[in-house]
């Protein structure tokens, strides 16, 4: 999780007075199109595709960690990097960036309250165009906690110290609607 000197959660105010600040990264989850037309200042892009992997038929797991380097150096992120993350559809992407950096033991980051119309709401500044990254190293290691994969859930069936949380819907849950072949 984030530190105190990187808030968790951060309101608009506060990211506008830091915006200039050295070390940090504002990083845009919404459309391409949505950035091409209206970021904060500075914000780079981020193609939150990349940060699921699509191995049928499952889809949203975490891609490998060469692929995670890649993506997140690609975006001028480093393990040193306070990273400020925002979309415009309510902040999942952005959550989901900042879930894929804890899972790698990085805890600068910090979600922007209210993403894109909070900011843009409040009338701070916002600019037009795409802001190139400066590409970077991040040396990607996933870690063995924050996340459970098949081997770990079996091996703890039945354990009462363990709490499986079921994130789908009552359709999918129930069998009406499936998004995942068994086998």
Sequence with gaps: MSSLSHP??????ELEAR???????VVDLSKPEVHARIHIPSAVHFDY???????RPIGGLL??????????GSTGITP???????????????????????????????LLNGGLHAWANE???VES????????HYPAKIATTGHADR????????????????????????????????G
């Design 8 to 13: 968790l959660v951060m309101e608009p105010e």
């Design 19 to 25: 915006l200039d600040s050295q070390g940090l990264l």
């Design 49 to 55: 595709g990349r940060i699921v992997a699509a191995r």
């Design 63 to 72: 891609p490998d960690e060469a692929a995670l380097g890649e993506v997140l």
């Design 80 to 110: 040193e990097t306070h990273v400020i993350a925002y979309d415009d559809e309510g902040g999942g992407k952005a959550c989901r960036l900042l879930w894929t950096l804890d899972v790698l033991g990085h805890r600068k980051f910090s």
């Design 123 to 125: 009338t701070h500044p």
């Design 129 to 136: 165009g795409v802001t190139p990254p400066a590409p970077a």
């Design 151 to 182: 081997n770990y859930i079996l091996a703890r069936l039945g354990d009462d110290s363990v709490r499986l949380l079921d994130a789908r819907s009552p359709e999918e849950y129930r069998g009406f609607k499936r998004l995942a072949a068994r």
